[in-house]
């Protein structure tokens, strides 16, 4: 290996030890005092995606270039999150047939690079938690990076292999989620 592999290799290592806090607080949390009602009141909370799927079907309506790679159970989840505290509580893969054939050859099912994945969480904090991490993990890493589109407690995650107009498809279908 070269040593700029090893660097890369080594700050991700770094990176993905210190992410694996995810410690969320909330108001009052630091003091042990209760979080403050007063004040004017926030607006409603965008509805909440039942589930992957049903997010999918939004999804694929509005990009018909996806289609559904895979449902990720407790047993094949690579990350080992699903179900886990604050972690996504249903996720699907889905392929974009816009990818190479040439691009996709060194990709297995599933991988988020043939299209994306989409990922359900129990709040909308829980997504936006998964979002930043993965957005800080992958920063620096260009062969790691990937487009991230939130709705409420919905996190669409699209792999680099497509241009950025393409994603941008994702992330217009994101906004037609309940």
């Keep these: 290996m070269n040593r700029t592999a090893h660097a890369a290799a080594a700050a991700l290592t770094v990176v993905l030890l210190t992410g694996c806090s995810t410690g969320t607080s909330t108001p009052g949390a630091a003091t042990g005092e209760p979080a403050s009602t007063s004040g004017p ?5 965008p509805k909440a ?11 694929s309506a509005a990009v018909p270039s996806a289609g559904l790679g895979g449902t ?9 999150l699903l179900g886990r505290p604050h ?18 050859e060194s990709h297995k099912p599933g991988d988020l690079e043939l299209g994306g994945s989409i990922e359900v969480f129990p709040t909308a904090a829980d997504a936006k938690a998964r979002h930043d991490y993965i957005q800080a993990a992958t920063s620096s890493i260009p ?14 995650r699209v792999g680099r292999l497509l241009t950025p107009a393409q994603a941008a498809d994702y992330e217009k279908a994101a906004a037609k989620l309940p």
Excluded: M
């Design 41 to 45: 009141a926030a607006a409603p909370a």
């Design 49 to 59: 995606s039942a589930d992957a799927a049903g997010a999918f079907t939004v999804v």
């Design 72 to 80: 990720v159970t407790a047993e094949n989840d690579p990350n080992h």
């Design 87 to 104: 972690q996504y509580t249903s996720k699907i893969t889905f392929t974009d047939s816009r990818i190479s054939a040439a691009d996709a």
């Design 143 to 156: 062969a790691l990076s990937e487009y991230g589109y939130l709705h409420g407690n919905t996190l669409i």
